[in-house]
């Protein structure tokens, strides 16, 4: 699917994609024909136009768009403080709706004082891709006469990185050219779409924003793609966790074209994976209702998305919600490795708040380690016995752990064997 209206709850919050849902410092539409520069209310300041520009038909209906020419340019004074440690902005994110007509260089921004300064410091080049020569050109280019929603995030010293509708285009931070106010950081203002000898050309741009830090990789997702056809619209989307199971609930209000709905997962420790798959009714005009149930083994946070298919094979991810699922019993578990040498690990899951002791006993009762002695909060917890810290004269044989949570106790059987 090429474009989707995402429209979650949240909680009690409604977030709407068809406009930017996170806290921006500026933001340009252009769909204002005689007032073409102008900055939405509340977003910031107008741009500064050096040249000539042109309103054009944007990617949708109600949605404007500007023509930049050739040699043409704009100064943005986006009201940002220094951060990232430095004297001028080392983290940020800009996002561009833009579209090419013909192929040939284009510049987004430059990051010098005046546009003479250096030949930009991201391209579109003469093969399509985006980049630039020092931090790479992206895998794939883009079509020309096509809608893109561009997403730059830059933390300096840390990351790069550009995404296209959505998706991870290029991870490009290289060292030197990423430093504390080194290129990729901005003065008070910022110059998009100039370039030093003025030849690069034409670019369409129907939306312009930038943030005070790097957007995550979930919420560049979040700010979905470009407008256009809205096959199917996604009226409400939460999880919820029921007896060690997290329960799924989401509806659409119209459906076209829809295959179903791959759920995804990812843990604090795993990535994303899928775990289930949910036919969708095709073309509809009536609100639907989806559930499903994802059986999990342990607790833990857990993230959810959903991968939205057309029939043609086309898709697009949903936002990500999460849920904290808290153990529901007191259990320790049996130490990994067993038997071990010199150390192993005893994992246990408290269901409520406690004051917690873990000790280790020889089998004539003698403690021999104690390995927590504190008030801790519902979860699962890993703890290490390490022999070598203890006592290297610990001799082989079966010892005792014994876990105390308010109450309840619990103990299991180890053997240490050098």
Not at 7 to 28: E, N, T
Not at 191 to 201: K, Q
């Amino acid at each position: 699917m090429k474009n989707l209206l995402q429209r979650f709850v949240l909680l009690i919050a409604l977030v709407m994609l068809s406009s930017l849902s996170y806290s921006q410092k500026g933001w340009w539409k252009f769909d204002n024909p005689a007032d073409l520069t102008a900055a939405v209310p509340g977003f910031g300041n107008a741009l500064e136009l050096t040249g000539t520009q042109t309103a054009v038909a944007g990617p949708t209906v109600n949605n404007g768009a500007v023509t930049v020419p050739k040699g043409s340019y704009y100064k943005m004074t986006h009201g940002i403080a220094a951060n990232g440690g430095g004297a001028k902005v080392n983290q940020f994110t800009l996002m561009f709706d833009f579209k090419i007509n013909a192929t040939a260089w284009h510049n987004f921004f430059q990051t010098d004082s005046t546009a003479g300064g250096s030949d930009g410091d991201l391209f579109i080049n003469t093969s399509n891709f985006i980049g630039t020569w020092a931090l790479g050109y992206a895998a794939a280019p883009v079509v020309n006469e096509t809608w893109y929603r561009l997403v730059v995030s830059c933390d300096n010293t840390h990351s790069f990185k550009t995404y296209l509708g959505g998706q991870l285009l290029k991870d490009g931070a290289v060292s030197g050219m990423d430093m504390i106010d080194g290129r990729y950081s901005l003065l008070s203002y910022l110059l998009l779409f100039a370039d030093d000898d003025g030849d690069d050309g034409d670019i369409d741009i129907a939306e312009v924003a930038i943030w005070d830090y790097a957007l995550s990789a979930d919420e560049v997702l979040a700010l979905g793609t470009i407008g256009g056809t809205l096959p199917v619209e996604l009226s409400s989307f939460n999880a919820v966790q029921s007896k060690g199971s997290v329960i799924l609930n989401w509806e659409t209000a119209t459906e076209k074209n829809n295959s179903g709905f791959s759920v995804e997962r990812k843990s604090e420790n795993q990535n994303w994976q899928q775990v289930g798959f949910v036919s969708g009714y095709g073309t509809s005009t009536e609100k639907h209702s989806y559930s499903f149930t994802d059986q999990l083994a342990g607790s833990g946070k857990y993230s959810y998305r959903l991968k939205q298919m057309d029939f043609n094979g086309t898709f697009e991810y949903s936002q990500v919600v999460e849920v904290l699922l808290t153990p529901s019993e007191f259990k320790m578990y049996n130490n990994y490795p067993n038997p071990f040498n010199p150390s192993t690990i005893i994992a246990y899951e408290l269901p409520t708040d406690a004051f917690v002791t873990l000790k280790v006993y020889n089998t004539t009762g003698e403690q021999v380690a104690e390995l927590v002695n504190e008030y801790q909060v519902s979860g699962k917890y890993n703890k290490s016995f390490n022999t070598s810290s203890v006592s290297s004269s610990l001799p082989s044989g079966i010892y005792f752990a014994e876990l105390r949570a308010n109450e309840k106790v619990q103990r299991i059987k180890m053997m240490l064997l050098k």
